[in-house]
């Protein structure tokens, strides 16, 4: 196969890096990978080199620029080492020490730094560049099949790149009795790096579980994140799926999550976005069954000049699904959030039960937040709410608690804590809630809301 894919005159200099990137990436091994997975790669980057960097004059970029990223000649993370010892690794590790985790550093997956053991029989977490030789088939059926580099740029361009990250299987019937965590690290030290994390789960009929995806950086260099994230939820399968992103202040951070729901299926969703200069996170599900329930959930805390984005989209196709969301903001000091949920309720789907919020508490005068909460009904017999609210701290409860002796400096963290912490109580993992209960008391006590 020919290397050569796009001629450097043909291709706009932003993207220079990225195609000598890639044409280094297929001779390093890559080309070791399935004949489906190299085509797959393929047909991304010739998607990524049509398409144009989003601006602010696209509507689903329209309160984001992405023109820090851009700027930027992001390389490849698996060409330097990390930097780190094991020991800073391990004190990374989240929730309790016997769950099982897979381990990625600057993107490349860490064998020595994994547990995995004590699993039920047949499930599979491994990391992805092992499923493909090992589990092509399985495989084969759902990568690439719910996240479409037609998407958006970012999502090509991890396609395009798409060799390590995660996979997670669980047969039919199977129940998980501890969370899967997968723990990704970025650290740039001499150079500015891009990695592309891939991750596959797939809950067969009737499994439970929990997985953890979390994202944390220590750089003195800016780097960038960009993950897609696939997830099946098969029938009567009950998934709970937390993402966790606290990268360093270097951090540029783009998700793509694509869930897919089958009938009688539940999903539950977390996500905290805490971290990074430049945050951008999709969640998108699709409810395709009779009888599925989706709860999304969602903590985004922005200090100092942090942009945090969060775009969600529920797309109800059948009847009688339910959707529940709540997501709340706290933006500080001169940073900007970014809300935007959408709920689709197409024609077969009657008897649709949907709610969606959006709460945001402005802790500054110049911290910014635009909230954009959308309800497209195609079904005449459903019940749809939605609302949004931007606003900041009561001054009648901070007067109520002043009276009673608490300072107003100790009012206002109270009411900080209890306003972010109603999202934080609707986590089921009694370890995780605890442990991001105290990480957000900390935070909030200190003062400071920066990264």
Excluded at 20 to 36: H, M, R, V
Excluded at 113 to 139: C, Y
Excluded at 259 to 281: E, I
């Amino acid at each position: 196969m020919s290397t050569t894919l796009v001629s450097p005159n043909l291709t706009a200099p932003e993207k220079a890096h990225y195609v000598a990137d890639f044409e280094l990436f297929n001779k390093n091994g890559a080309s070791a990978a399935p004949a489906w997975v190299r085509k797959l790669r393929q047909e991304a980057f010739a998607r990524f080199v049509e398409m144009n960097f989003p601006t602010m004059k696209d509507e689903e970029w329209k309160y984001t620029s992405v023109l820090p990223i851009v700027k930027l000649p992001f390389r490849l993370a698996s060409k330097f080492p990390s930097g780190l010892s094991k020991a800073e690794i391990e004190a990374h590790f989240f929730g309790q020490a016997g769950w099982p985790r897979l381990v990625f550093v600057n993107g490349i997956f860490s064998k020595e730094l994994s547990a995995v053991s004590g699993l039920p029989r047949g499930v599979l977490v491994k990391n992805l560049a092992s499923a493909l030789a090992e589990n092509a088939e399985l495989v084969e059926a759902h990568l690439g099949k719910y996240a479409s580099p037609d998407a958006n740029i970012f999502t090509a361009l991890g396609t395009a790149f798409l060799e390590e990250g995660a996979f997670v299987y669980l047969p039919a019937g199977t129940v998980l009795e501890r969370p899967i965590h997968l723990l990704f690290i970025s650290t740039a030290e001499k150079e500015v790096t891009v990695a592309h994390p891939r991750i596959l789960i797939v809950a067969e009929t009737g499994s439970r579980g929990a997985i953890i995806e979390n994202y944390l950086g220590k750089s003195n260099q800016p780097y960038f994140t960009n993950v897609v994230t696939e997830i099946v939820v098969g029938e009567n399968a009950s998934l709970e799926h937390y993402k966790l992103q606290r990268e360093d202040g270097h951090g540029f951070h783009i998700a793509a999550t694509e869930v897919y729901q089958k009938r009688a299926s539940h999903y539950s969703g977390f996500t905290l976005d805490a971290g990074a200069q430049l945050g951008r996170n999709t969640h998108r599900v699709v409810l395709d069954g009779e009888e599925v329930e989706c709860h999304l959930n969602g903590l985004y805390i922005a200090g100092g000049k942090q942009h945090i984005d969060n775009h969600t989209a529920i797309d109800h196709r059948r009847p009688n699904g339910k959707s529940f969301e709540v997501y709340k903001g706290i933006v500080d000091g001169r940073a900007r959030a970014v809300y935007n949920g959408k709920v689709f309720v197409r024609q077969p789907a009657q008897k649709t039960d949907s709610k969606q919020t959006n709460r945001n508490l402005l802790l500054s005068d110049l911290a910014r937040v635009d909230t954009k909460p959308q309800l497209e009904i195609f079904a005449d017999d459903v019940k749809c709410t939605h609302g949004a609210t931007v606003g900041q701290l009561d001054e009648t409860a901070i007067f109520y608690l002043t009276a009673r002796g608490i300072s107003r400096a100790n009012a206002q963290r109270l009411l900080t804590f209890g306003f972010a912490n109603d999202v934080i109580n609707r986590i089921k993992l009694e370890p995780m809630r605890a442990e991001l209960e105290a990480e957000l008391l900390a935070r909030i006590e200190s003062g400071s809301n920066t990264i």
